[in-house]
């Protein structure tokens, strides 16, 4: 017999699978304005049809009487098992109208909803209707299939699933009224961000979907050069502050547009971000851009969008960076390791525990200077409360940052052993891992099935974080164990 716990875990999956089911019937309304393309729809239809039907069965077979509170484990189950058959089923279109293979297929799927960018696609080839899709599903992938699901829906089980994928702060106390806001901030992002992209020279087509690659902090572009192809002051200022945006917590967001300025500027990721950006674009140009780029208005501009780009780990480009040297690679590396701010739509360490791992060093320091017998509080500022940290929050942040950058090296490991230079194993794997999507020439429609792979399984774990898939499989195996031992006796 299924357990209470276990009937909610198949429901909410069930109605979570229904959402990109509903996501994929989206494209179709390009057909519009490009009929000539009517041809493709079948390849979104089959599989929506899929999803919904799957999702309604689920929703409605296994749906309990009141439904329980599910903590973190079981939100875990419902996020990552979602994102699995997702991310799997969203690989169709890439398959039927594109020809790619399953791990290509897969790889770009992943990629996307992962809010990732890095591509095998071949963007002059793809017809318009899948162009869409890959903007489409950045964009859900930034707001997240769960926030979708919870503004949608209300139960008691908010919290636990919201938290394992990984937007633990609510801007309201209701979660599902936090959820509509998250969507709503998010929409308009998206609508004011097409706008402006309209404003400054981009037609409508590619205005839309890098409005949406860039306030989902994806990277997906229309055009071979990405944003470079239209060498535009104005079209990157514009990325510029939708990237910016895209990086935010939506808590601080919520505080910026409410006015609560001062909460915004005492945040702790918010200087982080204003003085790592700072020192790396200056760094960059004087050891990289002003040598490479002879006009300085270029150089500097250069500096500016790709510290930007990497730091939000949005993976949008205006250069390629096979030319650039050791110094200018390590400094994108290492902002491709820090990344955004915690619950935004940006990947890789997060802003918050580099910053708590920084001020820990600073702490230890001044604990070794005190008297034995001082008492010492230590505090940073997140949102508008002051948040106390103590000892365990330090050793969790710790380890996070052990698993991280063992699964980094483990990454870049697989990718030496392919034969490519350590530079360029180092660079792809962050970009890969972080959710960032810049590359320096590793990922290509031609490279080798487990180099996809080990990429694809490192946005994947870059997305949704270690802990959500550990503890997720851990529940699942004792769960099944335990149930066999039953049966057995």
Same mark, same amino acid.
């Given at each position: &017999?299924? /357990? ?24 179709? =309304? ?13 390849? *979104? ?11 309604? +069965? ?28 997702? +991310? ?62 919870? $503004? ?61 690659? $860039? ?35 939506? &808590? ?36 990289? +851009? ?12 250069? $500096? ?81 409360? @002051?948040?106390?940290?103590? /000892? ?15 699964? *980094? ?5 697989? =990718? ?66 335990? @149930? ?6």
């Amino acid at each position: &017999m299924i /357990s209470k716990q276990y009937k909610a875990i198949f429901s909410y999956t069930g109605f979570i699978l229904f959402i990109p089911g509903l996501l994929m019937l989206t494209p179709i =309304l390009a057909l519009c304005v490009y009929p000539h393309e009517i041809i493709y729809s079948q390849g *979104f239809i089959l599989p929506s049809a899929v999803l919904m039907i799957t999702g309604i +069965c689920f929703w409605k077979g296994f749906r309990p009487d009141i439904y329980p509170a599910l903590n973190f484990r079981e939100g875990g189950i419902i996020v990552v098992s979602s994102w699995i058959i997702a +991310c799997t089923v969203s690989a169709y279109p890439f398959m039927n109208i594109l020809k790619l293979n399953f791990t290509q297929a897969v790889f770009e799927s992943v990629s996307g909803l992962t809010t990732t960018g890095l591509s095998v696609v071949d963007v002059t080839a793809a017809p318009k209707i899948i162009l869409l899709w890959r903007s489409i599903i950045q964009l859900a992938g930034g707001a997240g299939l769960a926030i979708i699901m919870l $503004a949608a829906i209300a139960g008691p089980s908010g919290t636990g699933i919201s938290s394992a994928e990984g937007r633990s702060d609510q801007l309201v106390p209701h979660v599902r009224k936090s959820a509509k806001l998250v969507l709503l901030i998010y929409t308009g992002y998206a609508v004011t961000g097409t706008i402006a992209y309209v404003l400054v020279g981009m037609n409508l087509f590619d205005a839309i979907n890098h409005a949406f690659a $860039a306030i989902s902090t994806g990277g997906f572009s229309t055009r071979v050069e990405n944003i470079g192809y239209w060498d535009s002051p104005a079209i990157e200022a514009v990325s510029i502050c939708l990237m910016i945006l895209g990086n935010l917590n939506f &808590m601080t967001a919520y505080l910026l547009f409410t006015g609560k300025f001062r909460s915004v500027f005492r945040n702790c990721e918010i200087r982080l971000f204003a003085v790592s950006a700072t020192v790396s674009v200056v760094l960059l140009y004087f050891f990289v +851009c002003k040598d490479q780029y002879v006009i300085p208005d270029k150089a500097i501009r250069v $500096a500016l969008f790709e510290v930007i780009t990497a730091l939000t780990t949005t993976g949008f480009s205006t250069v390629g960076y096979s030319e650039w040297n050791a110094m200018g690679l390590h400094i994108m590396i290492t902002l491709m390791l820090i990344g955004g701010g915690t619950c935004s739509t940006a990947g890789a360490i997060k802003q918050y525990r580099v910053y708590l791992l920084f001020k820990s060093v600073i702490w230890e320091i001044e604990k070794a200077l005190l008297p034995r017998t001082a008492v010492i509080s230590h505090t940073v500022w997140i949102g508008e409360r @002051k948040e106390y940290i103590d /000892s365990e929050r330090i050793q969790q942040v710790a380890v996070f940052l052990f698993f991280y950058l063992s699964v *980094f090296a483990l990454g870049v490991g697989i =990718l030496t052993g392919y034969g490519y230079g350590l530079k360029e194993s180092l660079f792809e794997f962050a970009s890969s891992l972080g959710t960032v999507g810049i590359s320096i020439g590793i990922t290509n429609a031609n490279a080798p099935g487990g180099v996809l792979w080990t990429e694809t399984i490192g946005m994947f774990m870059g997305r949704l974080e270690f802990f959500v898939i550990f503890i997720s499989f851990a529940k699942i195996l004792r769960d099944f164990s335990d @149930k066999c031992c039953r049966f057995a006796k």
